[in-house]
């Protein structure tokens, strides 16, 4: 057996806690990239050369298409890099509460009132409307 229905609320209590510290955050991901300028002479024509770089370049979607941006080194990286990890920790918090929301469903007991209802499970009769259903007829 697992945990009890109290120590899963608490959990929650804390996830809900850490979820409000979470501070500023965006989506998309950071990737550094190297390129070749293409000039003849230059030193990254070398094949053994990996290019000039890194480039920083932040991508995100919107509205169904990926936009990018490039991040200049240093203080603009940094910041970005916190808020998108930011961005990963929110999500990983919401999906912990969603599982745990799971296990409190499962845990919480069935209350008698809605045993009793019409609507309790086999024994239950159908509801609705005793008039039928017919085709009406369209006005002339």
């Not at 300028?37 to 024509?45: E, Q």
């Not at 290019?51 to 919107?62: A, C, D, E």
């Not at 920790?89 to 069935?110: D, H, T």
């Not at 008698?112 to 086999?122: F, K, Q, T």
Request: aromatic share 4%; net charge positive; with cysteine.
């Amino acid at each position: 057996m697992g945990p009890s229905l109290p120590d899963l609320e608490q959990q929650r209590v804390r996830l809900y806690g850490e979820l409000a510290g979470t501070g500023d955050f965006r989506r998309g991901s950071i990737s550094a990239t190297w390129r070749r300028c293409g000039k003849p002479n230059c030193a990254c024509a070398d094949p053994g050369h990996p290019g000039h770089g890194p480039r920083h370049l932040w991508t995100h979607s919107v509205a169904g298409r990926t936009e990018g941006r490039q991040l200049a080194a240093g203080p603009e990286l940094e910041k970005v890099g916190r808020e998108v990890a930011g961005y990963h920790r929110f999500k990983a918090i919401v999906g912990e509460i969603v599982e745990l929301n799971e296990a409190i469903c499962e845990a919480r007991p069935v209350s008698p009132l809605a045993a009793e209802g019409p609507s309790a499970g086999a024994g239950a009769e159908k509801g609705g409307s005793s008039r039928t259903s017919g085709r009406s007829s369209r006005p002339s």
